[in-house]
T-cell receptor, first 111, second 114 residues
Framework: KNQVEQSPQSLIILEGKNCTLQ??????????LRWYKQDTGRGPVSLTI?????NTKSNGRYTATLDADTKQSSLHITASQLSDSASYIC??????????FGTGTSLTVIP | EAGVAQSPRYKIIEKRQSVAFWCNPI?????LYWYQQILGQGPKLLIQ????????DSQLPKDRFSAERLKGVDSTLKIQPAKLEDSAVYLC????????????FGPGTRLTVL
């Protein structure tokens, strides 16, 4: 069964600290993996996209990694800011262009 | 460049009533998606259009939900009759050509069914 699981479900960190969010998937055959950021009351916004051959991709303070062998991805946020408070959603697409959403990790950054 | 527009932003109805949502995708985007996002969950794809044709509607509850994109541009999603469990945010997204492209999401319509 094609699934995308994210952990932790929620996370609270102090401003300026780093954090790492996890995404494990069973989607096969794999095409690409995206991380989205969803602010409260808004639609998701794409942060990164990685294909099978890519194992790291950065977007400012966001760095995503992909291990296609273990079917795991992580999103690392460096020097967190209050504006990073949001839900982060992992989406995996298979080669048939079907995509599977994780349930997201809710991140709260406190001063 | 204008983003994906949705209206209304909020809607409150009683169960068994009907409701319709409207979406205007980014100009030139061929693919349009409707998602249902229940509080605390990730978005669930309801229907995907490529121009004015349906690509995937396997998770659309067709007994009560319908969607159309008649001219291959804007789209409407209708629920008739609504149930309590339909309370959710309905997100519209568009992409330039297909599922491999990045999707651009609208702000969503928050539906509350009483």
């Amino acid at each position: 069964k094609n699934q995308v699981e994210q952990s932790p479900q929620s996370l609270i960190i102090l401003e300026g600290k780093n954090c790492t969010l996890q995404c494990n998937y069973t989607v096969s055959p794999f095409s690409n993996l995206r991380w989205y950021k969803q602010d409260t009351g808004r639609g998701p916004v794409s942060l990164t996209i990685m294909t099978f051959s890519e194992n790291t991709k950065s977007n400012g303070r966001y760095t995503a990694t992909l291990d296609a062998d273990t079917k795991q991805s992580s999103l690392h946020i460096t020097a967190s800011q209050l504006s990073d408070s949001a839900s982060y959603i992992c989406v995996v697409t298979n080669t048939g262009n079907q995509f599977y959403f994780g349930t997201g990790t809710s991140l709260t950054v406190i001063p | 460049e204008a983003g994906v527009a949705q209206s209304p932003r909020y809607k409150i109805i009683e169960k068994r009533q009907s409701v319709a949502f409207w979406c205007n995708p980014i100009s030139g985007h061929a693919t349009l998606y409707w998602y249902q996002q229940i509080l605390g969950q990730g978005p669930k794809l309801l229907i995907q259009f490529q121009n004015n044709g349906v690509v995937d509607d396997s998770q659309l509850p067709k007994d009560r939900f319908s969607a159309e994109r008649l001219k291959g541009v804007d789209s409407t999603l209708k629920i008739q009759p609504a149930k309590l469990e339909d309370s959710a945010v309905y997100l519209c997204a568009s992409s330039p050509s297909g599922s491999t492209d990045t999707q651009y999401f609208g702000p969503g319509t928050r539906l509350t069914v009483l």
